[in-house]
């Protein structure tokens, strides 16, 4: 097989070819054993080739075909150098050849089969990597997730269930069940199903699909329709995640019938999520009704046992708050010893957060929980002057004349934003950042006004 510089260049660079080298996989002690044993093949081979120079009368051709007329170090180059390029290429053909008997096949959708090296990845590394809980809801929630599973299995993601607008607020009132939205966003983000399955999971009846139907999330419905089946909702989740192969787990805060209030600025009063973010004024606090629902008992306890808590990205008041606002899940993450992040929304929302700077969403999360106790706040640092009119929204900036309000916190700035729509944190960037920055906590951090930046890895 001939084997162009091109191509041999791409396999070296190929991120999926560098994970064979990562500690853990298992692998490189048998690579090693590989060449040794080639190794020590070629030093019998030639034992054997030196007693036939020596004792045996060979035909004259002999001297052409054993490159006799070449010096015998640049022998030695030339044989060392064609080894390693078969034994090189041979791996390489023999995992191409392997993985098409193991892995699935391909797609029917366009979509790619798994390779060998990440089947291996997930297995050795993912699946012990950080106990991470992520705290929130909606679309950041999402996003965050669907990078973080490319590093750990271990994932709890609590989401809130105080939704009550669209698909999720007509099932809920209709049903007397949570709100399926924010848990259907999740599973999708972490479903390891194929995207077939994943698309049919996020589709929306549109408008004219019919009486009771339009504007439902298939998702949703799955969800509901599987609690009747199982017995319960918290069993409906589990299912649900099982058979789209979700990555971690998929927790409401509580189970209790939620309602978010908020209070604007103007002192007007607000009921419910969805005239909340109707209302488009400035909100200065939320609460819920009833004021001490019960936590739910699994989502305490994924959190007093975390390596890693992070907290948003998301919509402050609507999907990041209502979850801390649980006493019980309050307590549990102030008293927790894990590394504990905010990740910093990467631009307003109308509505809401107008003109707010990082400070000014950590300052009201201190506000309503009684202090943050946050070791990190990552904010982008990837920023453009202006966002399109049509958003009503700008770029999150921090401050630069305002203190993070704790002593303990340290402001992290990197590039986490979607370049593709800078209204929202880019899956790898952000995962990257956050995985890079707890591999490196156990370093002595300096704790100064200046903050510092995390780089990708990749």
């Not at 034994?87 to 699935?104: D, E, H, I, T, Y």
């Amino acid at each position: 097989m001939e084997l162009a510089p091109g191509r041999m260049r791409d396999w070296l660079s190929d991120p999926d070819t560098r994970k064979w080298l990562v500690p853990g996989m298992g692998v490189k002690r048998w690579f090693v054993l590989l060449f040794l044993g080639m190794a020590f093949l070629g030093l019998g081979v030639s034992f054997f080739v030196r007693e036939a120079y020596l004792n045996w009368t060979l035909p004259g051709e002999f001297y052409y075909v054993t490159l006799q007329f070449i010096p015998q170090v640049l022998r030695g180059a030339l044989f060392v150098g064609l080894s390693i390029i078969f034994v090189v290429v041979g791996v390489w053909r023999f995992n191409s050849a392997l993985l098409n008997a193991v892995r699935q096949e391909r797609r029917p959708n366009g979509g790619k089969s798994e390779s060998l090296v990440n089947l291996l990845y997930r297995q050795r590394i993912a699946g012990s990597g950080p106990r991470v809980v992520t705290i929130g809801g909606g679309t950041g929630m999402s996003v965050l997730l669907r990078g973080l599973k490319e590093y750990t299995e271990n994932i709890t993601a609590i989401v809130t269930v105080a939704d009550d607008g669209g698909s999720s607020g007509r099932l809920r009132e209709d049903l007397g069940v949570i709100p399926p939205g924010d848990v259907r966003n999740c599973i999708a983000a972490l479903a390891d199903a194929e995207p077939l399955m994943t698309n049919l999971f996020q589709y929306r009846f549109p408008e004219g699909a019919g009486e009771g139907l339009e504007g439902h999330s298939f998702g949703n419905l799955f969800i509901v329709a599987m609690s009747a089946v199982s017995g319960n909702m918290e069993q409906a989740i589990r299912e649900t995640s099982r058979v789209l192969a979700v990555k971690g787990q998929i927790l409401p805060s509580t189970l209790e019938d939620v309602h978010l209030k908020g209070l604007t600025k103007d002192g007007r009063t607000i009921r419910g999520e969805s005239a909340i973010t109707a209302a488009e004024t400035q909100i200065q606090t939320v609460s819920l009704e009833p004021a001490y629902p019960a936590a739910y008992p699994d989502a305490v306890n994924a959190i007093r046992s975390a390596d890693l808590i992070v907290v948003g990205p998301g919509s402050l008041f609507t999907s990041v708050l209502p979850n801390l606002l649980v006493p019980d899940l309050r307590i549990a993450f102030q008293e927790s010893r894990a590394l504990r992040l905010y990740i910093s929304n990467v631009a307003t929302q109308h509505g809401e957060t107008d003109h707010y700077s990082v400070q000014n969403h950590l300052q009201v999360l201190e506000e309503h929980i009684g202090g943050a106790p946050f070791d990190f706040v990552v904010a982008n640092d990837n920023l453009t002057d202006h966002l399109p009119p049509r958003w009503h929204s700008e770029p999150v900036r921090v401050n630069p004349d305002a203190t993070l309000g704790s002593a303990r916190t340290q402001l992290i700035v990197a590039d986490v934003v979607d370049e593709a729509n800078r209204y929202r944190h880019d899956p790898s960037k952000l995962a990257d950042t956050v995985l890079t920055l707890y591999h490196e906590k156990a370093e002595a951090v300096p704790r100064s006004d200046t903050p510092l930046r995390v780089l990708g890895g990749r």
